[in-house]
């Protein structure tokens, strides 16, 4: 019984730990993670605003993360495949999120593969 126990124990510690404390909201297709520096009302209104410009809503799974370090956030985009392509977009995106949702703070735009490894920094404008 004892082993069960921490069995159970080991498994559960192994999943908290492997999600490396990253917060996750689903609007549509889109799944959005936050650190543990975005506030839920943050993360709920930068998930609102991909929305309502029609970002995540199609078919194809969107996955994005936001985390902030001192004043500056930043949004990574996963890319299907790790092919960096539009960047002028990517930006954009950054930028209306700036402009639209987070009062102008300054975004930082990171394109990056499944893990969130960078694969392209394209900072911000």
Known sequence: MRRTYFISFLIILFISCSSGGDKKLTFGSLDLYYTSDITTYEAEDVGDYFSGIGFGIGDTKEVVKLSKSNDRYMVQFVMPDGQVKLENIWKRYGQGISQN??????????????NFNSLKFLGSD
């Open 101 to 114: 949702v987070l009062k102008g703070a300054p975004v930082d735009v990171d394109l990056c593969d499944e």
